[in-house]
């Protein structure tokens, strides 16, 4: 008979974390695996991408204790429903969806959601001095680019962004979006006043930008005293 899957949170063998990534065949995806792998707290028990031929089902009966998401803005939530189905806690990275409709979902009292638009640390340190920055000066505008494959504008990044400085000065602040070949995640918030500009930059130049913050995550997600929780910022200060 086969083994019964471990219980979510239950350490392999090893004592590490048990860890699914769906999207795995992905740009995002496949980091977060190679990160995972390289991490000597955590073990990769399942890949799930259509790509690869298997499912978030098939990954969430290997018994993880933690799905990591990063796949697209129409699959990630139902990927989560499953995932808190089993009581398993999740992790997405995927932007472009409503993080809003997180909040009815079933299972949120068996397992725990952690979702942040961005994982780098850079680019949460340029969203918290941008809403410092739009409570001093007169406007301010978002410009975000990506490379040309992104699925959602504007990015979840920039939405973010945009949204807690509008709230911190109660202004408007629009969102331009450029999509090229070449380009991975960069970001420039440029404030305006009386005869003076401020310009703050954020560029993730390698995926592996991300892995840190996603680990991060994965390890915290478990103990989250509000779920679901938005923003990186929230396991860093
Ligand atoms: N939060 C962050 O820090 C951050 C950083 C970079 C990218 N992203 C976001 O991550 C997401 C993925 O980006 P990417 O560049 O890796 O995209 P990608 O297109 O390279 O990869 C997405 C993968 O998801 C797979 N997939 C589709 N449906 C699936 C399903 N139901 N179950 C499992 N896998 C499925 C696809 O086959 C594909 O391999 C995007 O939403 C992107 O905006 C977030």
Do not use: Y
């Not at 992104?150 to 202004?171: H, I, N, V």
């Not at 991975?184 to 404030?191: G, K, P, R, S, T």
């Amino acid at each position: 008979m086969p083994d019964a899957p471990a219980a979510p949170d239950a350490p392999d063998a090893s004592g590490g974390l048990r860890v699914a990534v769906a999207g795995a065949a992905g740009r995002m995806g496949e980091t977060v695996c190679r990160a995972v792998d390289a991490a000597g707290d955590m073990e990769l028990v399942a890949r799930a991408d259509p790509a690869l031929g298997t499912s978030v089902a098939q990954a969430l009966a290997q018994g993880p204790g933690v799905l990591v998401d990063f796949t697209t803005p129409t699959t990630a939530l139902d990927n989560a429903c499953q995932a808190l189905a089993a009581g398993v806690h999740v992790v997405i990275g995927t932007t472009g969806f409503d993080a809003a409709e997180l909040q009815g979902l079933e299972g949120l009292e068996r397992a725990n959601v952690f979702v942040a638009p961005n994982f780098a640390i850079g680019a949460v340190l340029m969203t918290r001095f941008a809403v410092e920055a739009a409570r001093h000066m007169a406007r301010a505008e978002i410009i975000e680019l990506h490379h040309d494959r992104k699925l959602d504008k504007p990015s979840g990044t920039a939405a973010r962004t945009a949204q807690l400085m509008e709230q911190a000065a109660g202004r408007e602040v629009p969102v331009h979006s450029v999509r090229l070949p070449g380009l991975v995640a960069h970001q420039e918030v440029i404030l305006g006043d009386v005869g003076q500009t401020l310009t703050i930059r954020h560029d993730s130049i390698d995926r592996e930008s991300f892995m840190p913050g996603v680990l991060l995550a994965v390890r915290r997600v478990g103990e989250l005293t509000e779920s679901p929780t938005v923003g990186l910022e929230h396991l860093l200060w």
